[in-house]
């Protein structure tokens, strides 16, 4: 297929978004996949915040860093993405320049520990507060499970309302495919 899939459409705004140096934010750590390949991008002079509210994502998450040698500039928060504003230190709000959640729950794990709008809602905003002009936020959405429908529909509801001077928002969506496929809601911070 020539039009990219869901996940390679994400990692190429991703790509897009950031430079070595940068900092780039995992919001939803689980397995480590999305931290690795960001702590690829931003490079040993950059720095990946990677969050989970699962010990065991972040223990998965640590292993694979240790695995790929590069848990040196990944720094893994066994907390709640809500807090990334507080997390993160001042000074380095402005290199915030990606942010990547993945929404639902952990592949292989608890179906019952799932992202929930509040909290996403919660880091959204504190990410547009924080991050500079050009920061991308890229959530890829799952809504097969009942409380990914609630979940899509706030994050929709949110998103189509920011005002357009402020941020650009994207879908990116394949509308013909069976059993609810994850899409992708993009905001780039203007
Ligand atoms: C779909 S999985 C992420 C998959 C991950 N990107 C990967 O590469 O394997 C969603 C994850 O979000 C986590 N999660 C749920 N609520 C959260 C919150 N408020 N803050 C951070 N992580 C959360 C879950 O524990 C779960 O591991």
């Known amino acids: 297929m020539k039009l990219l899939g869901i996940l390679p459409f994400a990692r190429f705004l991703l790509e897009q978004a950031l430079e070595p140096g940068d900092i780039a934010i995992d919001c939803t750590a689980g397995n480590g996949h999305d ?3 960001l702590a690829n991008i931003v490079t040993e002079s950059g720095k990946v915040y990677s969050f989970d509210i699962q010990e065991q994502a972040i223990k998965q998450t640590q292993i ?3 695995e790929n ?3 040196n500039r990944v720094c893994l928060i066994n907390q709640g993405h809500e807090t990334v504003a507080q997390v993160i230190p001042d000074e380095e709000h402005r290199k915030v320049k990606a942010a990547i959640f993945n929404l639902g729950y952990l592949p292989g ?3 019952d520990i799932v992202t929930r709008p509040d909290s996403t809602l919660q880091a959204i905003q504190a990410l ?5 002009k050009g920061g991308t936020i890229v959530l890829v959405i799952y809504h097969g499970h009942e409380e990914g429908k609630n979940e899509r529909k706030e994050v929709e509801t949110f998103t189509e309302a920011l ?3 402020k941020a650009h928002v994207l879908k990116y969506q394949f509308t013909n495919q069976a059993n609810n496929p994850p899409f992708i809601i993009a905001i780039e911070k203007r």
């Open 35 to 37: 931290t690795l390949f």
């Open 109 to 111: 794990g608890d179906k």
């Open 163 to 165: 005002d357009q001077r």
């Open 64 to 66: 694979k860093m240790e």
């Open 69 to 71: 040698g590069i848990n």
């Open 128 to 132: 547009l507060t924080i991050m500079p």
